[in-house]
């Protein structure tokens, strides 16, 4: 299956092997989704008819009402946030059915040591376009939220493929015994917990994060890379734990090594 | 069973290289963790004692908890079971713990626990990848630091894996998460008594020399990685649950009374705040870092650096090894010690007795033990590499070394003289002196009545004993001696079971031995059963509330029936304690333990202690005292034992378990199994 996204990285610019974050780097988003959608019959079928497959105009869809932000230098990476995601949503607690995705690397150096994985809402939702049957939607009921509905996916893992992101943002999750697409829902649908999701209501990872260091926000982030939805979460009671991002960084007040009777 | 549990447990048997399963519902009566794992030890191996810990006989056994794999706070630890072979004068039936994710990670792939029986003919590691479960070959990773043994073993596992991207393990088997390896270093591989285990950059099983059992056994490593579910009983009451539970953590964007908790001193260690427990980043200029969480845990007291040094290593993982005038090689001078695989908690009071004995004249070149290793440059790189190599590879006296503190002193002749005088302070079983027995007399009983030293860090020893040292206590020590005890269950009520004075209600009183039970029952069931972190639980009093009231008793069984579906009280859950630490009372006695071996090395009782502050009530007046000048009153400890064994169900002539006792329990093959052996009390 990557195999079939890399040929079409290709020959959506030819000189260049883009990876999937290539597309949001370069601004060359649209045009590389176009090209997407007119090599795929299938994703063009499923295209809005606001923005018919192959035209040069932006596919345009209501921006949703609400967007994760996240702080990749506060997460702790205690994986919390994805329990609470698997739990609210299935029941069960398992990192694999997670809409949000903590990665980290032990032995590496921070800040690369974490990457926080996050569905963003996309401004242009390349799983919406892309899906063949409809089964991945902008909920215009509910705050215009970028859904998947399991019951209808297909399990052709399209949306897996072309989700632009790195790793993608669509979840491949089993249900009752078949793979399926599944994504975040802003916390929408949580038949495991009664509050309210979406753009408004309470998201389950933002709840738990013990580091508070995800963000619900309802101004979409700058589409470009990721520092419109990678952001600063901390304030001075961070800096004065002593964990600075920068050496130069002088706590207001000593955090640790002035110590006062102990040892 | 409803939740928490995958229902079975994983059986290998390296001799005979086969893979079997055990089902966890029959072991279900001892809740997870620690109590399946002594019953399975007494089940497999318990007639056929006593046999020494590196016989291939000896287990393995690390048993996940119902908690594992799931958020509830600070339940990511490892519990390590089998006999011990740092511990002395016998290698009792032992445990030891680790953090990081690695419980999880064996929950994920369907594994309530793994046992691991027999010996290799060559060198092994176990892979698990959800159901399937392969004995490998460790050729070209055995003889490999703890570091590159894992990566290593990550490679062989997901050769495709790439951080920052999705893999399938197998058709719709998908994770973006790496394996949780779990390996001893070289001085595991030469059965070093010092051998640690090690998962992760830090995360160590540090005491009693497991990584040497792992090396007798030619196993190099076990890795898991899974994409399956935990099962939680009652989902919404957890979620409600774990989000009750945020009033107890600390704020990090807006602490409460933040000028005095988050900054410096003891603080660091007891306030909740994040990334407190390595204390190797502390001076200017600060190195950019992370605070880093075990799986599940909201504290997260490690870091991970900028320059990768220190990663998720803590307190003694960041204590052990001094480079003068650096703090980033003294940081790589303790990544030296994990990527050996050696025990901090072990290698520390080795190395003050190496230095000690070199400064007397007797260990050096051309001295009474003579030794190329250059003593005379402590605090140098080379010193701490050289020695540490020595004993890791059992090179020249690194061989003796090796054998760790109590058989080093043993054979070199210096054992009773250094213990009792102290020069090597070995307090409790071979393993090194912690806080002070004569003033904090529930940590020197609870180490003597168990089998290593407690190391439970937030039983009332620490909460206490850290906010005293502050010079700023948020609580007077009539205050936290009635909230700390409130939290008691089922003895709460009973401000005295703090009182660490040697009045008539101080450490010999029988608040005194209710305490001491409270801890071991605690420390059998929700630390040991439940995978908790000693640095979290018990949460009797918090300086994150406004009341200062902690979590305890009330987060305990509400998190564990959310899970597990079960209905029970915080006392049914300690009685199930009682009933785990009374197993392993049992399987020590088929061990040889009797009342007359749990005493204190001499120079516990006859050193007059330099005293620490803590909650004393002297003169009708709580306050906060020190204690200083005191010894421990040998008659006082053995009428406190006579009382103790007896409130236990306990014979008080020798300390064996009774049989109405184990009945009562349903253990009454134990019972039988000690009766055959004239063990039964
Ligand atoms: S799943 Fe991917 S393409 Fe779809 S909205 Fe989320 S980040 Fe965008
Ligand atoms: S908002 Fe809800 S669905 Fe989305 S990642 Fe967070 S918990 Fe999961
Ligand atoms: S809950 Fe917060 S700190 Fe923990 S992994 Fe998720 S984002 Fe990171």
Partial sequence: ?263 | MKGGYTGKILRVHLTTRTIGTIDTAKYEEFGGGHGIGSAVFFDLVGDQLTFEAFDPRNLIIMMASPFSGTFMPGSGRCEVQGMGPMLYPVEWFAHSNFGGRFTAQLKFAGWDGIVVEGAADEPVWINIVNDKVTIESAKGIWGMDTWDTQEEISRRVMPGLKYGEWAELARDQATTQSPAVVCCGPAGENRSRLGALLHGPGSQAALCGFGGVFGSKKLKAISAIGTGDVPIADPKAFMAARLWFRQFQWDVDNPREAERFGAGGPYALISGRPSGGNVLNRDLPLTPARATACASCPRGCRMRLATGDSNESVCAGTMVITVNGSVKFTRQGNDLMQKYGLGHWQLMPLLSYIDALHKKGILGKGKQIDTDLPLDRPGTFAYADAVMRAIAYREGVGDDLAEACARFAKKIGRYDQDVNDGTLSLAYWGTANHYDPAIEAEWGFGSLLGERDLMLHQMSNYPIHWMAWSGDPYLTAEEVSRLYTDAMVPYQGDPFMVDHSDGPTGIYSDSKVKQVAWIKHYEKFWVGAGGFCGWRWPMCITNNTADRRGATPEAEPKFWNAVTGDNRTFADYMELGHKIYTLDRSIWALQGRHRDMEVFPDYVYDKPSVGHDMTMYIDGQWQYAKGTGRTLDRAKVEDFKTRFYKFEGYNPDNGYPKRDTLEKMKLAKVADLLQKRGKLG
């Fill in chain 1, 1 to 263: 299956m990557a195999d079939d996204k890399k040929a079409l990285n290709t020959e959506a610019a030819p000189k260049k092997r883009l990876s999937r974050r290539d597309f949001l780097v370069t601004g060359g988003t649209v045009v590389a989704v176009d090209a997407l959608i007119a090599a795929s019959p299938a994703a063009a079928a499923a295209a809005p008819a606001a923005a018919p497959a192959g035209s040069s105009a932006a596919a345009t869809y209501p921006a949703s009402k609400g967007y994760l932000v996240y702080d990749s230098k506060k997460c702790a990476g205690c994986t919390t946030c994805m329990l609470a995601c698997s739990l609210v949503h299935y029941g069960v607690q398992n990192l694999s059915r997670s809409r949000i995705q903590i990665m980290q690397d032990s032995f590496g150096k921070f800040p690369g040591d974490v990457i926080m994985a996050p569905c963003r809402q996309c401004k242009v939702p390349v799983c919406v376009q892309s899906c063949p049957v409809g089964a991945a939607y902008v909920d215009t009921e509910n705050g215009n939220v970028r859904r998947i509905d399991s019951a209808k996916c297909i399990g052709c893992r399209t949306c897996l493929r072309m989700c632009p992101q790195q790793p993608h943002r669509t979840v491949w999750v089993t249900i009752d015994g078949k793979g399926k697409s599944s994504k975040c829902d802003l916390c929408l649908d949580t038949p495991y917990w009664d509050e309210k999701g979406g753009p408004g209501g309470k998201q389950a990872c933002v709840e738990s994060c013990p580091m508070k260091a995800i963000k619900f926000v309802a101004e979409m982030p700058d589409q470009k890379e990721t520092e419109g939805y990678d952001v600063n979460l901390r304030n001075d009671h961070w800096y004065n734990l002593g964990l600075v991002d920068n050496s130069t960084v002088e706590p207001k007040r000593n955090p640790v090594w002035k110590v006062g009777g102990g040892e």
